[in-house]
């Protein structure tokens, strides 16, 4: 008897340690981030997100400009951090004080405003803050812009940089949302590019 007391302790003690890795959630913000990097998920905008809205794993959101329900649904879902990459006069247009809003709803405002010129660059700078966000992060992080193309190109950027993700692999699940490589672009260089600043072979430099 005691033998087999033994030996279900040890089955016991085996499957414990197996457990959080197969039961676990998987995380990809706050400051230990768990697994791979899942491909994105696209979902349905039901007039909440302008253009894209995609989620990736369990707790990224990436998505075009939200409405005001759209923040208050994200909130119920756990969003505890939002990520605005649009410039003050885009913001201008939008009918509602987002800022305000998402502080009102409790959740951390991160501005990162960028257009691609010289005083709102796609830069490396822009990548290290929105890491900070993601690594700073208390819950789920929504990041967004006007139809999720800047939002597209800031992820790559971080998966390449920050995530370790092969550069086909972190494109090809940027074009899942909205990367748009494959138009064409008033300067030589992709967003991506600029933000990593250094040039990839794999991206496209859209149509001549």
């Not at 940027?174 to 933000?195: H, K, S």
Request: net charge positive; with cysteine; glycine share 8%.
């Amino acid at each position: 008897m005691a033998r087999f007391g033994i030996m279900r302790l040890t089955a016991f003690a085996a499957m414990s340690a197996v457990l959080p890795a197969v039961c676990g959630a998987q995380h990809l913000t706050g400051p230990h981030p768990t697994g791979n990097v899942p491909a994105p998920v696209a979902l349905d905008t039901r007039g909440l997100f302008q253009e894209k809205f995609a989620r990736v794993g369990d707790d990224v959101f990436i998505s075009g400009q939200p409405t005001e329900q759209g923040l208050r649904d994200l909130r119920a879902q756990g969003v505890t951090t939002v990520v605005n990459l649009r410039s003050p006069p885009e913001m201008a247009r939008v009918p509602f004080d987002e800022a305000a809003l998402v502080k009102q709803l409790g959740m951390e405002y991160v501005y990162l405003p960028m257009r691609g010129t010289p005083e709102l660059p796609y830069s490396p700078a822009a990548v290290k803050s929105f890491a900070a966000a993601m690594s700073g992060a208390k819950g789920k992080v929504l990041l967004h812009c006007t139809i999720a193309w800047r939002a597209s190109h800031l992820w790559a950027a971080y998966l390449i940089q920050y995530r370790d993700v092969p550069v086909p692999t972190a494109l090809a699940q940027a074009r899942m949302i909205n990367l748009m490589d494959d138009m064409r672009m008033d300067g030589d260089r992709q967003p991506v590019e600029d933000f990593l600043g250094r040039r990839l072979s794999d991206v496209g430099h859209g149509k001549q």
